[in-house]
C-alpha cells in the first residue's frame, strides 16, 4: 500500500477534534495544491545539486574535486589572499581549507608564503601548475554550462545572468541586516 507523503503530514492526531480535522483537510489542500517544483528554494536547490554533479562528471578526468576547484577558483579570482580570508569566503572551517591547501600544495597547484607584514600570516598564490589548471578547468566549465544552458538565446542568458545576480545582490543585502552574519567575510565577490 502506497502512502502519500502529504496524508502523512496532514494526518489528524489521535483524539483531535473536529474542527481541528477539517483545518487539516484545509491545510492538507493547500499543500498539495502547491507546485513543489516550481518553488523558488526547491528549483534552486535542484538547479544547484544537478549543476553540482554534472560538474564533478565534467573535472573527474582532471583529478581535482570539487572542493579543490573552488579553492583553486578563489585563489585565483584574489591570488595572494589569506588562508583566513579564503576560509571565510568558501563559508569553510579554517582546519578544513588547511588539509585542502596541503592536499594542494603537494600536488603543486598552490604555494603557502608568509605575509610581509605578519609573518604567521600564510598567503596563498597559484603555481604556474595551478594557472595551467585552472585554464583548462574554466575551458570545461565553460563547455558544460554552454550545455546547460542550451536552447536559451543569448538575450535569454544575459536576461539569467541579470536576475540571478539581483537576487544574489538581495540575498546578500538580507545577510548583512542579519546581526549573526552581520561580520560574516563569505559574501566577497
Not at 81 to 108: C, F, H, P, Y
Amino acid at each position: 500500500m502506497r502512502v502519500d507523503a502529504m496524508e502523512i503530514i496532514s494526518a489528524p492526531k489521535p483524539g483531535a477534534s473536529k474542527k481541528s480535522k477539517t483545518s487539516s483537510k484545509t491545510e492538507s489542500k493547500i499543500l498539495k495544491d502547491v507546485n513543489w517544483e516550481q518553488r523558488l528554494g526547491f528549483l534552486m536547490h535542484d538547479v544547484s545539486r544537478l549543476r553540482r554533479t554534472v560538474f564533478d562528471e565534467f573535472m573527474k578526468p582532471l583529478g581535482v574535486t570539487r572542493s579543490q576547484w573552488w579553492v583553486l577558483a578563489c585563489v585565483s579570482r584574489h591570488d595572494g589572499m589569506t588562508q583566513s580570508d579564503v576560509a571565510n569566503m568558501l563559508e569553510i572551517g579554517k582546519a578544513a581549507l588547511g588539509s585542502l591547501i596541503d592536499r594542494l600544495e603537494e600536488s603543486e597547484l598552490v604555494v603557502r608564503g608568509s605575509d610581509a607584514v605578519d609573518r604567521r600570516v600564510k598567503r596563498i598564490y597559484l603555481s604556474d601548475k595551478g594557472k595551467q589548471l585552472i585554464r583548462t578547468m574554466t575551458a570545461e566549465s565553460n563547455e558544460m554550462s554552454e550545455r546547460i544552458l542550451e536552447g536559451l538565446s543569448q538575450t535569454e542568458r544575459q536576461q539569467f545572468v541579470d536576475l540571478l545576480s539581483r537576487v544574489k545582490q538581495n540575498l546578500l543585502h538580507i545577510k548583512r541586516e542579519m546581526p549573526a552574519l552581520a561580520n560574516d567575510a563569505s559574501d566577497i565577490d
